[in-house]
C-alpha cells in the first residue's frame, strides 16, 4: 500500500480532524505483528535511499495528545531504513527477529528485547542483513524535525 504525502516516517502530517483525540484505542494484536484497526503504510512515501521496509503507526497517528508517538517498523530481509539524521532522538527496541543499526561507522547488533537510544544529530540506519523479518518499536518526540539525509 503506497502512503500518500510528502512526509517522511519521521515526521507525521498534523491531524485535523480531532474527534478521537480523547478516545481510549485498544489495538488487538493479530498474527504475523499486525494490529486490528492499524494500516500497515510503507516506510515513507518517495525515495530511493531505502528498501523493504513497512510502518505501522499505533500511537500519536490519531490525534492522541501524548509528547510521543509509537511506531511499530518490520524490515524485510536485505531492506534498510534511510541514513540520515535530525535533532529529535529515538528509543527502538527489538521484538521481531534480529537486525542492526548503523550508529555513525559503528554497527550494533540488535536481538528480542534489545533496547537502543539513538541520541539527537546522530546519523543511523536500521537494516536486516538476515534470512527472517526485522520488526521493532520506535518511540519518537511527537514534535519533530525532517530527517536530513547522509
Known amino acids: 500500500m503506497r502512503n500518500k504525502g510528502n512526509h517522511s516516517s519521521c ?3 498534523e491531524i485535523r480532524n480531532k474527534t478521537h483525540r480523547f478516545q481510549n484505542r485498544h489495538y ?4 504475523n505483528f499486525r494490529w486490528k484497526g492499524v494500516k500497515t503504510r510503507e516506510y515513507k512515501s518517495g525515495g530511493e535511499d531505502w528498501s523493504g521496509i513497512a510502518r505501522q503507526a499505533l500511537i500519536g497517528a490519531s490525534g ?3 509528547k510521543f508517538h509509537l511506531r511499530y517498523f518490520e524490515i524485510e530481509p536485505d531492506g534498510y531504513s534511510s541514513f540520515e539524521k535530525h535533532r529529535h532522538e529515538h528509543v527502538v527496541i527489538g521484538v521481531r ?3 542492526r543499526a548503523r550508529l555513525g561507522k559503528r554497527s550494533i547488533d540488535l536481538n528480542y528485547m534489545d533496547v537502543l ?3 539527537p544529530d546522530e546519523p543511523h540506519r536500521l537494516y536486516n542483513p ?3 523479518p526485522f520488526g ?3 518511540i519518537v518526540n511527537a514534535k519533530r524535525d525532517r530527517p536530513k539525509p547522509i
Open 117 to 119: 537510544y539513538i541520541k
Open 97 to 99: 527477529g534480529r537486525g
Open 130 to 132: 538476515f534470512t527472517e
Open 64 to 66: 492522541e495528545t501524548t
Open 28 to 31: 488487538r494484536f493479530q498474527e
Open 136 to 138: 521493532f518499536f520506535c
Open 11 to 13: 515526521e507525521l502530517p
